[in-house]
C-alpha cells in the first residue's frame, strides 16, 4: 500500500490549492481518506474524511466551507481542494486510507506535502 501526495506549495493569503493523494496496492474505492495536517508546533489533526461511497464527509470547523475533499476512483487519487487559505492553514498536510488487513484495520499514510500560506 502506499499514498503519495502531490500539490503543495506555496500560496498568498486568500489563493487556493488542491492536492492530490494517489493511492496504489489496494482497492482504492473500497477505503475512504482522510486528510490530515501538522501545524508548526502542533499536533496532526484531522481536516476532512471521506468515505468510500462517498456519501459520508466530515470537516474540521476551521476549514468548513473552504475546503472540498473528493475523489476520483478511476484514477485511485484522492483530492483535497482549500479555498481563501490563511496563515493558520500553513502546515504539512497527509493523506491516509485505513485498510482491513490480516484480520485487522491498518492506517496508512502518505510522505506529506507542505503547504504555506504567505500573508
Known amino acids: 500500500v502506499q499514498l503519495v501526495e502531490s500539490g503543495g506549495g506555496l500560496v498568498q493569503s486568500g489563493g487556493s490549492l488542491r492536492l492530490s493523494c494517489i493511492g496504489s496496492?489496494?482497492?482504492?474505492?473500497?477505503?475512504?481518506m482522510s486528510w490530515y495536517r501538522q501545524r508548526p508546533g502542533k499536533e496532526r489533526e484531522l481536516v476532512a474524511h471521506e468515505g468510500s461511497t462517498e456519501d459520508s464527509t466530515i470537516y474540521v470547523d476551521s476549514v468548513k466551507g473552504r475546503a472540498t475533499i473528493s475523489r476520483d476512483n478511476a484514477k485511485n487519487t484522492g483530492y483535497l481542494q482549500l479555498d481563501r487559505l490563511n496563515a493558520e492553514d500553513t502546515a504539512i498536510y497527509y493523506c491516509?486510507?485505513?485498510?482491513?488487513?490480516?484480520?485487522?484495520?491498518?492506517?496508512?499514510w502518505g510522505q506529506g506535502t507542505q503547504v504555506t500560506v504567505s500573508s
Open positions: 496496492g489496494f482497492t482504492f474505492r473500497n477505503y475512504g
Open positions: 491516509k486510507t485505513k485498510i482491513f488487513q490480516g484480520g485487522r484495520w491498518i492506517d496508512y
